[in-house]
């Protein structure tokens, strides 16, 4: 059976999430220790704690991907199957390529510091917010969008044919709510994120990720991944630093990634990750095939001995 991998970002945290795989599984304890020795912070309390801190990307990114990489280590060790492709929603595509072996541990946390880091850096004092706008496309969206002649205001994920994901100052997106609905906006959801990812307001993080990258070592990898930020895999592992540096200031393309995946012929698909954002993701761009998540510990379970040796 082929099966594809997908790992969600930045929104998909709850508090509270991946309880029972803390206590069932080894592993989570085991990699969420070296995360936080490497941050000097315990990473798990912030999890279960109401202070606000896992919605901080400073946090929110080093524990998704953890917690993604928790998910894969204990599937391989079942024995289980590696994917035909895997796909990574933002954040999600650093986890991908940390699973695929692309890059280790050690140095996906380092990644990850310096990108929180450099994020928060551009956006400094501005008060920003990331919204999902259900119902309209891009072009609408942005027609939009260019009416307002707003300071900052931009689409960042184009995420299926009927959803995309504005960016901007906090003011002006509340002020381009009436007129989005006005002409067919089911929604608009505001995201749990604390940086407007994959703006033009982040082309210095990009420019600082570039330079950071080229201390992160790069080995083949075990399975492909799509990048986000053009719906493609890369043919050479010297591609990659540059598609990671540009991603977080340019949009996430995942309707392309999305075309891409159909390609492979997928017959099932695990969300590596809580909840499932990018199952519903997927079947909105006509994905035709079985979907798994992996935040309930009885149904990973019944994955792992549905694909497990």
Sequence with gaps: MNIGFLFPGQGSQYSGMFVEHFEEYPEFNEIFGLG????????????????????????????????????????????????????????????????????????????????????????????????????LNQSQVEEVIKELKNSFLEVVNINSPQQVVIAGNADEIELVKPKLSEIGSRRQIDLTVSVPSHSSLMNLASAKLKVAIEEISLEEPSFPTIHNIDGKVSQKIEDIPEKLSQQISKPVQWAESMRRLKKYGLDAFVEFGPGKILTGLAKQNKIKSDFFQSDSVEAFNKLLSMYGK
């Design 36 to 135: 936080s020795e490497f941050y000097k912070e315990n990473l798990k309390e912030v999890i279960f704690s109401d202070d606000g801190r896992l919605d901080d990307t400073y946090y929110t990114q080093p524990i998704l991907m953890l917690a993604s990489f928790s998910l894969f280590k204990i599937w391989h060790k079942r024995g289980c199957a590696l994917p035909k492709v895997s796909c990574g929603h933002s954040l999600g595509e650093i986890s991908s390529l940390l699973c695929a072996g692309i890059i280790s541990l050690a140095d996906a946390l380092k990644f990850i510091k310096f990108r929180a880091s450099f994020m928060i850096e551009s956006k400094g004092e501005k008060k920003t917010k990331m919204t999902a706008v259900l119902g």
